[in-house]
């Protein structure tokens, strides 16, 4: 077949979906595109300056990072508001990664920093090369809920220390905590009244004036502050002498051992940051009525840690604040990601030397406020309310986040989510089926008042696929039903409708059940199945056992055969009817 032109455009969109926004750009986005930018710009310059440090590596490769991570996504990834730089819970993992392996050689300590972003782009490109995206499927929205509040309650643990002016030293957040109530008497007065006043004004400023950058505003009036008072000399900590550099070039100088110890930590980032993307990049997707490829998000994380790993960078993913931050400003494409790295480039490149006075706490008020933010109390109220399994689902993301670790947490998450679904399916829910006068179907007799049932006659639904799990419940369902019925039942009708599958297990219950009823002189008919379940009852042997002329296309001629011949009278008397085939 030959391809054509177009045909090979339509190939580069899909791995490279950064050219349909270019194509497709509008000019009504420019606007709204341009002042997200400086508003992201302005944000992403104290937190890649704030979590380059809780990485442990030079300031300075904060911005790089992030400025870097937003171009490769812009080309790479599918989502049209996600924005990848540093973050918090990326950043706790690799220093916890790195502290053991390191030591205190900062050259080293680069190098198997960009070692690690190399190891998770690697693994994000094979997980999107091998189509492993169904991945998230399994990260339901309660997960989604647990694991950012336990996310951002990790990143308030990581700035304790630094809001009150102690040295932090502990990588979990039990341990943050416990270090910060250990050693409140050392705690630096200054630091702290000034760390509570710039979470103070940030919270005004997010109340009243939303959209001016008020992470920039802060960095800049605090660094001033602290030049004209000197406030390094009275204890508060600054940032310090901040070269002003390009990013370097070149692969991480390491060796296997290096490699085979940072494995763990890169499958967990590699799963964590894709977790953590894939779930926020659905929903603005969803938002604004875009399709977002699972897929296509592992290769924009591959992008965007690849190419960090060849600029001497750390591991990146997508970031919460900032993403939101770019919908409520209006961002429109990954414009948005392409201006503001551009910024934050000329910053890095010229502009550094500024920050000499920057008070750290600032960054660790900016990160908490950012953090409280994330957190989402109100969505595990409203999940308490709908459905209280789900909402104890969120609160244990989150616990096992925050005691466990981020990937741990998660996982827990998963397998208790998928406990639940089998407990479900194991007891589906059913219905003892009748009608109601003036009301065409068949009713559950529970929920429908007026609803009766035909005497002599058991209609039964179930409400789940037949397998191992639940074929015993299926039976004991109906035989306490056939036991409490007034007047005796002669027959069951098994309504199918909600059955797609049938295993081998429970087509043998199935039969055990058959030769139950009718040890006790019951008919056991089944209705409205479809052509697998049909097709399963055939290669099971049960649609000969059953009799064809105990399959109906629906519950209607069930019933009406049932009361055509009459409640004692055997179905072998009657003509068979015809094979119930669509």
């Known amino acids: 077949m030959k391809l054509t032109a177009t045909d090979g455009w339509r190939s580069a969109r899909r791995f490279v979906p950064g050219l349909s926004w270019v194509r497709g750009y509008q000019k009504s986005w420019l606007r709204p595109d341009l002042l997200s930018a400086l508003t992201i710009g302005a944000m992403l310059v104290p937190q890649g300056l704030a979590y380059a440090q809780i990485v442990g590596v030079r300031p300075v490769a904060g911005l790089y990072a992030g400025a870097i991570a937003m171009l490769a996504y812009a080309l790479f990834g599918p989502s049209r508001h996600m924005l990848l730089g540093p973050e918090a819970g990326a950043a706790i993992i690799a220093a916890s990664a790195l502290a053991g392996v390191a030591g205190t050689d900062p050259a080293r300590y680069a190098s198997l920093a960009a070692l690690l972003a190399l190891m998770?782009?690697?693994?994000?490109?094979?997980?999107?090369?091998?189509?492993t995206g169904a991945l998230?499927?399994?990260?339901?929205?309660?997960?989604?809920?647990?694991?950012?509040?336990?996310?951002?309650?990790?990143?308030?643990?990581?700035?304790?220390?630094?809001?009150?002016?102690?040295?932090?030293?502990?990588?979990?957040?039990?341990?943050?905590?416990?270090e910060v109530g250990q050693n409140l008497g050392k705690t630096h007065l200054p630091t702290l009244l000034l760390g509570l006043g710039i979470i103070v004004v940030l919270v005004l400023l997010r109340r009243f004036l939303p959209k001016l950058p008020g992470p920039l505003i802060l960095v800049v009036l605090t660094t001033v502050a602290a030049e004209v008072f000197q406030l390094h000399h009275g204890g508060v900590k600054v940032v310090g002498p901040v070269a002003a550099a390009p990013p370097s070039l070149g692969l991480p100088s390491v060796g296997f051992s290096d490699v085979r110890v940072l494995l763990p930590a890169a499958l967990s980032l590699a799963l964590v940051n894709y977790a953590g993307s894939v779930l926020t990049g659905r929903l603005y997707a969803d938002k604004h009525r875009y399709h977002l490829d699972g897929n296509q998000e592992f290769l924009g994380q591959a992008a965007a840690n690849l190419a960090?790993?060849?600029?001497?960078?750390?591991?990146?993913?997508?970031?919460?604040?900032?993403?939101?931050?770019?919908?409520?400003?209006?961002?429109?494409?990954?414009?948005?990601?392409?201006?503001?790295?551009?910024?934050?480039t000329v910053f890095a490149l010229f502009l550094t030397p500024l920050l000499k006075n920057l008070p750290l706490v600032t960054l660790g008020g900016i990160v908490i406020v950012a953090a409280v933010y994330l957190m989402d109390v109100a969505a595990v109220i409203a999940l308490w309310r709908v459905r209280r399994v789900e909402a104890v689902l969120a609160v244990v993301t989150t616990l096992g986040v925050l005691v466990l670790g981020i990937l741990q947490g998660i996982l827990i998450?998963?397998?208790?989510?998928?406990?639940?679904?089998?407990?479900?399916?194991a007891h589906p829910h059913d219905a003892v089926l009748g009608e109601r006068e003036g009301v065409?179907?068949?009713?559950?007799?529970?929920?429908?008042?007026?609803?009766?049932?035909?005497?002599?006659?058991?209609?039964?639904?179930?409400?789940?696929?037949?397998?191992?799990?639940?074929?015993?419940?299926?039976?004991?369902?109906?035989?306490?039903?056939?036991?409490?019925?007034?007047?005796?039942v002669?027959?069951?009708?098994?309504?199918?409708?909600?059955?797609f599958d049938l295993d081998v297990t429970a087509a043998d219950g199935l039969e055990k059940l058959r030769r139950e009823l009718e040890a006790q002189g019951i008919v056991l008919v089944i209705a409205d199945a479809n052509a697998p379940l049909r097709g399963m009852l055939r290669r099971t042997g049960m649609m000969e056992r059953l009799g064809e002329e105990n399959v109906y296309l629906t519950v209607e001629a069930a019933v009406a055969r049932f009361q055509k011949r009459g409640p004692g009278t055997s179905p072998e008397s009657e003509p068979p009817s015809p094979p119930a085939s669509h």
């Open 120 to 131: 998770v782009g690697l693994i994000s490109l094979a997980a999107g090369l091998f189509k």
């Open 136 to 178: 998230a499927d399994f990260l339901s929205k309660p997960i989604l809920i647990g694991y950012t509040n336990g996310a951002a309650l990790i990143i308030i643990g990581s700035q304790l220390a630094r809001m009150f002016g102690l040295e932090r030293k502990a990588n979990d957040f039990p341990g943050q905590v416990l």
């Open 308 to 344: 960090n790993a060849f600029t001497q960078g750390f591991p990146v993913t997508g970031s919460d604040s900032r993403t939101a931050v770019n919908d409520a400003m209006g961002g429109k494409s990954q414009l948005v990601g392409v201006v503001a790295a551009v910024l934050v």
């Open 413 to 425: 998450a998963v397998a208790l989510a998928l406990g639940d679904l089998i407990r479900r399916a």
């Open 440 to 488: 065409p179907g068949w009713h559950d007799v529970s929920r429908h008042t007026g609803t009766h049932t035909v005497p002599g006659l058991l209609v039964y639904r179930f409400d789940a696929p037949m397998f191992f799990a639940n074929a015993r419940h299926l039976r004991e369902q109906l035989r306490a039903l056939v036991a409490r019925a007034k007047p005796p």
């Open 490 to 499: 002669k027959e069951v009708v098994l309504d199918a409708s909600a059955v």
